[in-house]
Nanobody
Framework: QVQLVESGGGLVQPGGSLKLSCVAS????????MGWYRRAPGKQRDLVAR???????IYADSVKGRFTISRDTAKNMVYLQMNSLKPEDTAVYYC?????????????WGQGTQVTVSS
């Protein structure tokens, strides 16, 4: 069993910044891929950013150049620095860890943290 807890969401004006944090606990015995998805109102959950076990990063085109994913493997934490936020970034952001390597259906997820970008 793995538990993930996100924090750092909130209300921010367009152009502002937020940093999301996620801590994983439980049965974690290796460095696994971790990352962030988001779900905007009325839309499906989409990948935002991912970091592989080797430290390579993947970003959605819509956030490239604005968002940065990082991690602290010693603390089992992953972060998402979000800059130049836009109203379309408004969503619930979910942290995940990929222990099975079998796709998103097998990820462990956090409960989500709301990010609202509005003036």
């Amino acid at each position: 069993q793995v538990q993930l807890v996100e924090s750092g969401g909130g209300l921010v004006q367009p152009g502002g910044s937020l940093k999301l944090s996620c801590v994983a606990s439980g049965s974690i015995y290796n460095i696994y891929p971790m990352g962030w998805y988001r779900r905007a109102p009325g839309k499906q959950r989409d990948l935002v950013a991912r970091m592989t076990s080797g430290g390579a990063t993947i970003y959605a085109d819509s956030v490239k150049g604005r968002f940065t994913i990082s991690r602290d493997t010693a603390k089992n934490m992953v972060y998402l620095q979000m800059n130049s936020l836009k109203p379309e970034d408004t969503a619930v952001y979910y942290c995940y860890i990929d222990r099975a390597g079998r796709g998103a259906d097998f990820y462990s997820w956090g409960q989500g943290t709301q990010v609202t970008v509005s003036s």
